[in-house]
T-cell receptor
Framework: AQKITQTQPGMFVQEKEAVTLDCTYD???????LFWYKQPSSGEMIFLIY??????QNATEGRYSLNFQKARKSANLVISASQLGDSAMYFC??????????????FGKGTSLLVTP | DTEVTQTPKHLVMGMTNKKSLKCEQH?????MYWYKQKAKKPPELMFV???????INESVPSRFSPECPNSSLLNLHLHALQPEDSALYLC??????????????FGPGTRLLVL
């Protein structure tokens, strides 16, 4: 069974600083995809970044980058130059094992990030 | 455009009511999903529709009834709900190209309160 682990229930970071949110995963499938989502208090799940297991380079999207260490089975999200609007819950997720149709996501428990002035 | 819309944003219903949640996407995605999320918990998958056919039903009680009228629309019909069904209901969609790396895009959710 696949599993996503986020060990940091809550994190604080000062505005303009960088922060790393941890995510480890466990899967026996050589082909997998890892996702990070941001969920503000409004509730919407906002897609941030994707990393495929065969991607040669770490994914980056603006201020977001993924520190992908395949041998350690970790996919940590790095947010650079934090902004007050980054305060939210962050979920790491993995695409489930291939099925005939539809690809459910397995989510970690999430990390609540608070950016302080 | 990666927009998924959901209506209503908020819903309060009694245990004897019948209501429906609506989800719509115009990205040409062929897979659509319903998730349920309790406070301070990750989303839990309820249903998956692929090419307008129900492909996954995660042992959801029959008081939740999904419907996919066409490739752009997904409904969740609610009947005789319990207070413990109060939660945020999220709809998502993804391209179904078969490569398995598709990103799921979520709507803003419907906050449901069952009294």
């Amino acid at each position: 069974a696949q599993k996503i682990t986020q060990t940091q229930p809550g994190m604080f970071v000062q505005e303009k600083e960088a922060v790393t949110l941890d995510c480890t995963y466990d899967t026996s499938d050589p082909s997998y995809g890892l996702f990070w989502y941001k969920q503000p208090s409004s509730g919407e799940m906002i897609f941030l970044i994707y990393q495929g297991s065969y991607d040669q380079q770490n994914a980056t999207e603006g201020r977001y980058s993924l520190n992908f260490q395949k041998a350690r089975k970790s996919a940590n999200l790095v947010i650079s130059a934090s902004q007050l609007g980054d305060s939210a819950m962050y979920f790491c997720a993995m695409r489930d094992l291939p099925s005939n149709s539809g690809y459910a996501l397995n989510f970690g428990k999430g990390t609540s990030l608070l950016v302080t002035p | 455009d990666t927009e998924v819309t959901q209506t209503p944003k908020h819903l309060v219903m009694g245990m004897t009511n019948k209501k429906s949640l609506k989800c719509e996407q115009h990205m040409g995605h062929r897979a659509m999903y319903w998730y349920k999320q309790k406070a301070k918990k990750p989303p839990e998958l309820m249903f998956v529709y692929s090419y307008e056919k129900l492909s996954i039903n995660e042992s959801v009680p029959s008081r939740f009834s999904p419907e996919c009228p066409n490739s752009s629309l997904l409904n969740l019909h609610l009947h005789a709900l319990q207070p413990e069904d109060s939660a945020l209901y999220l709809c998502a969609s993804s391209q179904e190209s078969g490569r398995g790396q598709e990103t799921q895009y979520f709507g803003p959710g419907t906050r449901l309160l069952v009294l």
